[in-house]
């Protein structure tokens, strides 16, 4: 059974980046040909899919956040990084990590993590 599980603060002042990691249980994130998403849930709005790191470490980022968006990995820790920079009060959101097996598809989602942006 495939958990995971993000963690970071939960508070981010506008203008700062905020950064939330995803531990992998039960699986590796180097398996082909798994990719590894970070997808977000804003108060009131649907789910957006944020960007995704492949088993091999290339990395694919949604065209409207890309500028703004790093995800990188720790393949010895089995865990994988989320980093937005010049956060907005229109990043608070619910921000889940989620195994990806195709396109648009999700089999396996974290708890999800509140992150609101506030000074």
Same mark, same amino acid.
């Given at each position: 059974?495939?958990?995971? @599980?993000?963690? &970071?603060? #939960? =508070?981010?002042?506008?203008?700062?980046?905020?950064?939330?990691?995803? /531990?992998?249980?039960?699986? *590796?994130?180097?398996?082909?040909?798994?990719?590894?998403?970070?997808?977000? @849930?804003?108060? &009131?709005? #649907? =789910?957006?899919?944020?960007?995704?790191?492949?088993?091999?470490?290339? /990395?694919?980022?949604?065209? *409207?956040?890309?500028?703004?968006?790093?995800?990188?990995?720790?393949?010895?820790?089995?865990?994988?990084?989320?980093?937005?920079?010049?956060?907005?009060?229109?990043?608070?959101?619910?921000?889940?990590?989620?195994?990806?097996?195709?396109?648009?598809?999700?089999?396996?989602?974290?708890?999800?993590?509140?992150?609101?942006?506030?000074?």
């Amino acid at each position: 059974q495939v958990q995971l @599980q993000e963690s &970071g603060p #939960g =508070l981010v002042k506008p203008s700062q980046t905020l950064s939330l990691t995803c /531990t992998v249980s039960g699986g *590796s994130i180097t398996t082909p040909y798994y990719h590894w998403s970070w997808i977000r @849930q804003p108060p &009131g709005k #649907g =789910l957006e899919w944020m960007g995704a790191i492949g088993y091999r470490g290339s /990395t694919y980022y949604n065209a *409207s956040l890309k500028s703004r968006t790093s995800i990188s990995r720790d393949s010895s820790m089995n865990q994988f990084t989320l980093q937005l920079s010049s956060v907005t009060p229109g990043d608070t959101a619910v921000y889940y990590c989620a195994r990806t097996p195709g396109l648009h598809v999700h089999d396996y989602w974290g708890q999800g993590t509140q992150v609101t942006v506030s000074s």
